[in-house]
């Protein structure tokens, strides 16, 4: 199995502080495929997932049976457990229980909603995990699985290193037409693609859809997810979705946050701050699974959002500070595609062109407000040129040579 970016900080931050690892993500991402990895050279571990039933009924009955008793720290892999209506209720007991009784145990549970506001168990683990948000495979960690930190990832993009010119274009080209799931970007096979991308949104749609409590609206959620591709990479109207599907605003807003919580897709919000006639509500729509957008612009800038969200979500998990994903826009129409948020303040903005290998006419607009020593501009074409407008360092560079030194 290929080794992922998280298994280190899980290991540093999470087993060596005695917490239990959260870790949600997408379907397929690969978080069992982690949790097997790390119990790799563990003379002691097991496994349980929530679909068999003899582990459910230990679970129900004796839950302290999954957490084996060991000299050598033993680990226990809980896959899907937030399926279980008072999943955090038992986790809590038996984690106090095994800590009290001075036999400690690595937990590392799973899940494919957001386990960290999943609204399923009435107790609070406050202080007893650690959450990590696994995304699937990005640029550099089909290269390497040692992300950078923010400061290392700026510092290399902003100084050209020749070695990686032109090096990975082999491998942004299969995560354009493929997508970042391990299955079919490895596989590389358009008819295997077919087969997984159907049986992905069954998944979705009709098994995590159904434990959330959305059973009577199935059908209606499955044509909204059908519809969202098309709209991908642009701001989402609600209201036009609504009116398409015949159902009220509200409850497309529900269903869209069933689906984001699910990670199926996600919304970059709007920066407002000191930016003038900046637009206050409308977000942007991006489909983790980005293969499924027939426009190539929308697909190479939803690429780019997924990149740029992993970057955010890790460094955030990793306790380098919050990092946020916004975008910028005014009245006027004039955006910038991205702005990566560092504690609450402005940090590196992203604009995305295709084919353009010259500044973008909308840094002009917002550079001056935004107080930011770096800016950059992403292109599919390889491209590596340092300008400074407004007294910032603006690169405008190719993916490769850029998404090669994110996470």
């Not at 702005?339 to 940090?347: E, S």
Request: positive net charge.
């Amino acid at each position: 199995m290929k080794p992922r970016y998280l298994q280190d900080e899980i290991h540093k931050l999470a087993f060596a502080s005695n917490k239990i690892c959260l870790v949600s993500g997408p379907r397929q991402s690969g978080k069992t495929s982690l949790g097997k990895i790390l119990m790799e050279g563990r003379p002691v571990c097991r496994y349980f997932n929530w679909d068999d039933l003899e582990f459910r009924r230990i679970w129900a009955k004796t839950p302290l049976e999954t957490l084996p008793v060991s000299p050598d720290r033993p680990l226990v892999v809980l896959d899907e457990i937030h399926k279980d209506r008072t999943w955090k209720r038992t986790l809590k007991g038996i984690y106090d229980v095994r800590n009290f009784e001075d036999s400690p145990c690595d937990i590392f549970v799973t899940g494919s909603a957001r386990l960290n506001v999943y609204r399923r168990g009435s107790d609070s683990m406050l202080g007893r995990y650690y959450h990590f948000r696994l995304a699937p495979f990005s640029l550099r960690e089909l290269v390497t699985a040692s992300p950078m930190s923010p400061e290392e990832a700026l510092k290399a993009i902003f100084q050209r290193d020749s070695v990686h010119q032109g090096k990975y274009t082999a491998e942004l080209s299969a995560l354009l037409e493929f997508g970042p799931f391990p299955e079919p970007l490895f596989a590389q096979d358009k008819r295997k693609w077919n087969l997984w991308h159907r049986q992905r949104h069954e998944m979705i749609v009709r098994e995590d859809l159904r434990d959330l409590g959305a059973s009577s609206d199935l059908g209606k959620i499955e044509t909204l997810a059908a519809l969202l591709p098309e709209r991908a990479s642009s701001p989402l109207s609600v209201n036009s979705l609504s009116t398409f599907i015949e159902v009220g605003h509200q409850t497309v807003k529900r269903w869209l946050g069933w689906l984001n919580e699910l990670y199926f897709c996600f919304e970059v919000k709007p920066w407002q701050n000191k930016i003038k006639r900046s637009i206050k509500k409308e977000g942007k729509l991006y489909l983790w699974d980005y293969s499924e957008l027939q426009e190539p612009g929308s697909r190479f800038e939803n690429m780019i959002a997924v990149h740029l969200l992993k970057a955010c979500n890790y460094w955030t998990d990793a306790g380098y500070g919050v990092f946020e994903l916004y975008y910028l826009r005014n009245r006027d129409g004039r955006e910038i595609d991205f702005l990566i948020v560092q504690d609450g303040k402005p940090w590196l903005p992203v604009e995305v062109k295709k084919g353009d290998t010259t500044p973008s006419d909308n840094w002009k607009t917002f550079l001056p407000n935004l107080q930011c020593q770096k800016a950059l501009q992403i292109t599919e074409k390889p491209n590596w040129k340092l300008y400074h407008q407004n007294g910032v360092d603006l690169l405008v560079a190719g993916a490769d040579e850029v998404l090669i030194h994110l996470v």
